[in-house]
């Protein structure tokens, strides 16, 4: 008798890495497609595979739901804060973070719509913006580059995280295009900051710092 043939676990993990972003990669888009109605069955057709394969990785639509979101979360972190965190102006850092996130909206719609539907009501996506955003805020306003309190630091969270949310949704719906919006929203936050409106254009309309080398 022949004995049957054994795969690697080298192999094997591969093959469920590669799964497993199949479906991370069809939830984000059902999920910015269909925001919180998306189910199980979008999921797997979208990503061609069973609904067997699908409960091998995940039990349930909300669970993988925040997978995804936690997924995004440490993305955000790491693509956009983790390389202008080294930047010494919170302003420079404010700027390129609001363009980089309207150019990547549009470069990855899904991404962006996903951003656009849940990042203000998911809790995972929540703490990311303030782990990243608030940080520049508030460094901002301690070194007296900002012209606000403290206490004022959480408003201008929300006026920014909101701001650049509603640019990626008008990005991603084709009503904008990604330099207007990342410069107008970057510019305009600025300014609600504190900076001159001089100031505040030109640093909008600056070149970007790329996110990699």
């Not at 990626?168 to 900076?195: D, H």
Request: net charge negative; glycine share 8%.
């Amino acid at each position: 008798m022949t004995p049957p043939k054994t795969v690697p676990l080298q192999e094997q993990a591969g093959r469920s890495a590669r799964t497993r972003k199949r479906i991370h990669d069809a939830a984000r888009r059902a999920f910015s497609e269909r925001g919180t109605a998306a189910q199980i069955d979008d999921v797997v057709l979208i990503a061609g595979i069973s609904r067997g394969t699908f409960y091998n990785y995940f039990h349930t639509i909300d669970e993988l739901f925040q997978h995804v979101a936690a997924e995004m979360a440490r993305d955000m972190g790491e693509r956009v804060h983790s390389r202008l965190s080294g930047h010494d102006d919170a302003a420079v850092r404010i700027s390129n973070g609001v363009r980089h996130f309207c150019l990547r909206a549009h470069q990855e719609r899904d991404w962006g719509l996903f951003l656009a539907h849940f990042g203000l009501c998911t809790e995972t996506l929540q703490l990311a913006i303030r782990e990243t955003a608030l940080l520049d805020i508030e460094s901002g306003i301690a070194a007296g580059r900002f012209n606000l309190r403290q206490d004022q630091a959480m408003g201008a969270l929300a006026l920014l995280s909101g701001a650049t949310l509603a640019a990626m949704k008008l990005i991603t719906s084709g009503v904008e295009t990604p330099l207007r919006a990342g410069e107008n929203v970057s510019e305009l936050t600025l300014r609600a900051l504190g900076l001159s409106a001089d100031e505040a254009a030109i640093l909008a309309c600056s070149p970007l710092i790329p996110l990699e080398d």
